[in-house]
C-alpha cells in the first residue's frame, strides 16, 4: 500500500477532486512532505548534481575521458534525485521495512556465497552465482519488505518513531457509500475512528465518475462525497493512507474491497447492508455506520408515553404513522383521525429489523366528559328531526 496524493486513472474535472488531489492525504498530520521551501531544495539538487558531474570530471570511471566521466556524473546524479522524489511518497513503514529486507536479503546471500565458496566450482561460475544470488536476494528482500512495512509495529520498536501507531486492526478501509453517506466525518471528528484511514484509489475513481456525472443528482452526491474526504484529511489525529492496490481480476468494487481489507487485516467501514453480509460471511471485521446509528438511538420501553406528530397514514386500519427526530417510525393504533396533529401515546412494543428499530404505540382518546352544558346550565336543544331509522 502506497502513499500516494494523487486521484486515479484520469485529472479531475472538477474543484473539488482537484483539491483533494493537490493535498498530502499519505501523510500524517504535523509532517511535512517537503524538506524546507522548492528554491531551498533546488539549491540542494543543484550542488549534488555539480558534485558528481565534478567527481565524474575528475575521476573518470572506467577510463573513459573526461566529458563522457561529466555525463556519466550527471546521469548518476539524475537518477538518484528522481529516486529521491520517488521515495518522499513512501511511508516510514514500508522504508523501514525496505531497508530491513535487503538487509537480510544480503545476509542471506553471504552465507549462500560461504557455502559456494567451499565447493569444486570454477572462480568464475561462483563468481557469477555469488554475484546472482546477492541481486536475486537484495531485491526479493527490497520488494518483500516494502510490501509487508506497512504491517510494522512501530511502537514495538522502543517508541523511537513518536507517536505513529500500528495496533492491530488499526486500518480502517472506507468503502464508497460511506464517504456520500457523510456521517463518518462526524464519527471520525467525535474521535471514534482512529488508526488509519485507508482509501482505496479504485473507491476515489468510482467517487470522480458520480461527481462528473451528467446527472446532478449524481454530481451533487459525489462532490459530497469529496468534500468529507477533504474534511477528513483536515482531522489532526488521523492519518490518511491513498492505498493504490488494485485487483485486476476482480471487476465489483465491493469485493476489491473485501480483498484489500484481507491484504491489510483492515476493517471496512460501510453502510452498504449487502457489503456488510458478504464480508462478514468472508471473517472481515465491519464497522457498520448504521448499527451504530441504531445503537444510539433513545431507548423506549413498552408501557411509556411520548409525545410524537401524526405525519400520515398507516397501512392498516385506523393507523398512523410518526417519526423521531432520528428517523426512527412510530406506528399507531388508533391515530388515524389525528394526522398532523401532536398527540401522546402509549409505547407498546420495540421491534429491532435489519432496516432499523420500529416502535409501536397507541393512542387512546381522552374518555368524553359530561354531556355538554351551556353556559346558562341548560341542556342544548333537541334536534328538530329525529334520526332516520329510529322511532
Not at 13 to 30: F, I, V
Not at 190 to 196: H, I, K
Request: hydrophobic share 45%; with cysteine.
Amino acid at each position: 500500500m502506497q502513499r500516494s496524493p494523487n486521484l486515479p486513472i484520469r485529472p479531475p474535472t472538477n474543484p473539488h477532486a482537484e483539491t483533494l488531489a493537490s493535498k498530502s492525504a499519505a501523510l500524517p498530520r504535523g509532517a511535512q512532505e517537503q524538506v524546507g521551501t522548492f528554491w531551498d531544495m533546488l539549491g540542494i539538487r543543484l550542488i549534488f548534481t555539480a558534485i558528481c558531474v565534478v567527481a565524474g570530471y575528475h575521476f573518470r570511471p572506467f577510463s573513459v575521458s573526461k566529458e563522457a566521466g561529466s555525463a556519466a556524473g550527471f546521469l548518476f546524479a539524475l537518477a538518484v534525485i528522481l529516486f529521491e522524489i520517488r521515495l518522499r511518497r513512501a511511508s516510514l513503514r514500508r522504508l523501514i521495512g525496505a531497508a530491513i529486507g535487503s538487509i537480510l536479503g544480503i545476509v542471506g546471500a553471504y552465507f549462500t556465497t560461504l557455502v559456494l565458496s567451499h565447493t569444486s566450482m570454477p572462480e568464475s561460475t561462483r563468481s557469477f552465482f555469488s554475484l546472482a544470488t546477492f541481486l536475486i536476494m537484495s531485491y526479493i528482500g527490497l520488494i518483500l519488505g516494502a510490501n509487508k512495512g506497512d504491517m510494522l509495529n512501530l511502537q514495538a520498536l522502543g517508541g523511537l518513531f513518536g507517536s505513529e501507531r500500528s495496533l492491530k486492526h488499526s486500518f480502517k478501509v472506507l468503502d464508497t457509500s460511506v464517504i456520500i453517506d457523510g456521517r463518518v466525518a462526524d464519527i471520525a471528528d467525535a474521535q471514534f475512528l482512529d488508526g488509519t484511514v485507508v482509501i482505496p484509489q479504485f473507491v476515489l475513481h468510482e467517487l470522480q465518475l458520480v461527481a462528473d456525472s451528467a446527472d446532478p443528482l449524481k454530481r451533487q452526491r459525489g462532490r459530497r462525497g469529496l468534500e468529507v474526504l477533504q474534511r477528513i484529511q483536515k482531522m489532526p489525529h488521523l492519518e490518511v493512507l491513498i492505498a493504490e492496490d488494485d485487483f485486476a481480476n476482480v471487476a465489483d468494487v465491493d469485493l476489491k474491497l473485501i480483498e484489500l481489507a484481507k491484504r491489510y487485516d483492515a476493517k471496512i467501514v460501510t453502510n452498504d447492508f449487502n457489503l456488510n453480509k458478504v464480508a462478514t460471511l468472508q471473517g472481515i471485521d465491519i464497522l457498520n455506520v448504521n448499527q451504530l446509528a441504531n445503537a444510539l438511538k433513545p431507548v423506549v420501553l413498552p408501557g411509556e408515553t411520548m409525545r410524537v406528530f401524526i405525519l400520515r397514514e398507516g397501512k392498516e386500519y385506523n393507523q398512523g404513522v410518526a417519526y423521531l427526530d432520528d428517523g426512527t417510525m412510530v406506528v399507531v393504533d388508533g391515530a388515524r383521525k389525528m394526522i398532523n396533529k401532536t398527540v401522546d401515546i402509549t409505547v407498546t412494543s420495540v421491534h429491532q429489523t435489519t432496516a432499523g428499530k420500529m416502535i409501536f404505540g397507541r393512542y387512546d382518546e381522552p374518555p368524553p366528559g359530561p354531556r355538554a352544558v351551556d353556559a346558562g346550565g341548560e341542556r342544548p336543544p333537541r334536534p328538530l328531526y329525529p334520526e332516520s331509522g329510529r322511532s
